[in-house]
């Protein structure tokens, strides 16, 4: 078993009337007559946490078996690593880069090179910043081998040679993308960044950079004459080798699976908060544009409701609670229209 967060909005009177009544009582706390102490009602929870359940488990042995039944393409593999990724986000974590385009030599515009890994797992800067994601984690894909077919064990199959070879193989491809993801500038941190070798469902980490100047001029399986020698011939030397044997692999859908691949995302976890941080401030910074005409619907529906919870005889606006209902809405209504309907110049064209 392990934890899944899930969001969930719901609407809190008790939450939300303090903030609506802040609005006819600016500055004062102690000014407002229905405070958080005054209301002395608890809070609602938005997000819970709920153990994951049997059929829970079996969908997503079902999902698994996805990515090796009449072998698909790796197009349905991206589609289904991306939903046990999802398992693991909550509240803007991380956010999920599909086909990023990293140029081999990004300050030569005649150098059209370029790696692209699957998608990578990872942060959006605040606009104006470059470059415009931060690098957590990149994912390279491949196909399932037949002896995925049913399902085995992530353990049965590990010490496979064929097994072996096959994600031996992919590393070098996925080094390659690490390399260009350091020249861009994307990667989180200076001190490596990880990447997922996904080959069906079965997956294991691998962990590249930082590369020395010699080693940014190779590209594995795409060699050049203007590489560096000694490196070109290491690197030839380690795609001959036989591959090492896997100290790790892991089959999507399982406790293990999830486990190790939380904690690779949590790794990052605190270098990432600055960015989510920052995106959430401008987000909050955008909608001000528009807070001087919510300012003037709630004052309205405020007072209104204020009027309603008053002593009957101080009452003498309203005769029953329609009234009130409908006089609520028309205000809404007309507040609302008074910026969603900007208005036009017939012969310009320009907005007011």
């Keep these: 078993m392990h934890i899944v967060a899930t969001n969930r909005l719901e609407f809190d009177i008790h939450s939300f009337l303090p903030v609506c009544l802040s609005a006819l009582y600016p500055g004062s706390h102690a000014a407002n007559p229905f405070n958080r102490q005054s209301l002395n009602r608890p809070r609602r929870v938005y997000t819970t946490t709920a153990m994951v359940s049997a059929p829970e488990q079996n969908s997503q042995k079902r999902l698994a078996l996805n990515a090796v039944t009449n072998h698909p393409t790796e197009d349905v593999l991206y589609a289904i690593f991306n939903e046990f ?12 880069y599909p086909q990023m385009s990293l140029k081999w ?42 002896i995925m077919a049913s399902l085995p064990a992530a353990s049965s199959i590990m010490d496979s040679l064929s097994i072996a070879s096959l994600f031996h193989s992919l590393s070098f491809q996925a080094e390659n993308q690490a390399k260009a993801a350091y020249k861009n500038g994307y990667p989180l941190s200076d001190n490596g960044v990880d990447w997922i070798l996904l080959i069906g469902p079965y997956w294991l980490p691998k962990r590249f950079g930082p590369f020395s100047d010699a080693e940014n001029t190779v590209r594995a399986y795409k060699m050049s004459d203007s590489a560096d020698f000694e490196e070109t011939m290491n690197l030839i030397e380690r795609i001959r080798n ?7 692999l892991y089959l999507l859908g399982t406790e293990e699976s999830y486990t190790r691949l939380e904690q690779i995302i949590a ?16 987000m909050s910074l955008q909608t001000q544009g528009c807070m001087s005409y919510i300012n003037r619907a709630t004052r309205s529906c405020v007072m209104l409701l204020v009027s309603t919870w008053l002593p009957i005889g101080s009452k003498s606006n309203f005769s029953n609670g329609t009234a009130v209902l409908n006089t609520i809405v028309l205000s809404i209504r007309q507040s609302l229209n008074s910026f969603s ?4 110049l017939r012969r310009s064209g320009r907005r007011l």
């Design 105 to 146: 030599k990004p300050h030569d515009p005649q150098d059209r090179r370029s790696e692209v890994p699957d998608f990578g797992l990872g942060n959006f800067t605040p606009p104006g910043v470059l470059p415009h994601f931060k690098l957590r984690c990149g994912v390279e894909a491949k196909r399932a081998d037949y």
């Design 85 to 96: 990724v999802t398992l693991h986000q909550q509240q803007h974590r991380f956010a999920i």
């Design 341 to 344: 309907r900007p208005k036009l």
């Design 267 to 282: 790794s990052t976890d605190q270098l990432a908060q600055p960015f989510i941080q920052a995106m959430s401030a401008g």
């Design 242 to 248: 036989p591959p090492s044997p896997l100290d790790e």
